[in-house]
């Protein structure tokens, strides 16, 4: 079992690259090939997936990426091509918010991620990752976009963001600001 790879990528295509590590190429499966630079020495974190036809690398700019992935495979019908590009085009914190929030059209965005498999990451997942996210009004970004799409202000928005439970799902915290705007 690997756990990183250490070498020179001398190959970048559109779904994995090649690292070159003791005069072995190594053809790793990677989210953004084009976030990694051609000539240049690297470490990918990477992932061994073992068939019994075929023997696959996954690979990670970083551990967090690597661990996020490996609790992303453990879900029911969530496989390693389904979960690589959730890694690759969403931020770490991003998917963990989230799964703690059960926002099921965020994780609806990714490729191949319908309502079933989304419930089925919440399900598996809610409560059972680390994570990275800050407890401060970043955690209620989202929350003052859409205020903001209803036209409310700012200003207002800012004076009722202390009243709103964190923990809760974002449609019940737009339930709750909506109750303290109108009053």
């Not at 989230?98 to 059209?105: D, F, G, K, V």
């Not at 609806?108 to 991620?113: D, N, R, V, Y």
Request: hydrophobic fraction near 40%.
């Amino acid at each position: 079992m690997y756990e990183y790879i250490k070498g020179k990528v001398t190959e970048i295509e559109s779904t994995y690259i090649v690292v070159e590590a003791s005069s072995i190429g190594y053809l790793i499966n990677v989210g953004n090939p084009y976030s990694f630079s051609l000539n240049s020495e690297t470490t990918v974190y990477v992932y061994e997936q073992v068939r019994e036809d075929e023997l696959t690398l996954y690979g990670f700019h970083t551990l967090e990426e690597k661990k996020l992935f490996l609790r992303l495979i453990e879900v029911k019908g969530l496989g390693c091509k389904m979960a690589l590009p959730m890694l690759a085009s969403g931020s770490i914190e991003g998917i963990e918010d989230a799964i703690e929030r059960e926002n099921i059209l965020y994780l609806k965005k990714f490729p191949k991620i319908g309502d079933k498999v989304a419930r089925q990451i919440i399900l598996d997942l809610k409560g059972k990752l680390n994570t990275t996210a800050t407890t401060s009004t970043h955690d209620f970004e989202e929350l003052t976009e859409v205020l903001e799409g209803l036209g409310y202000k700012s200003a207002d928005i800012k004076k009722v963001l202390p009243h709103i439970h964190k923990e809760e799902v974002i449609e019940e915290q737009i339930k709750e600001a909506l109750k303290l705007l109108l009053k």
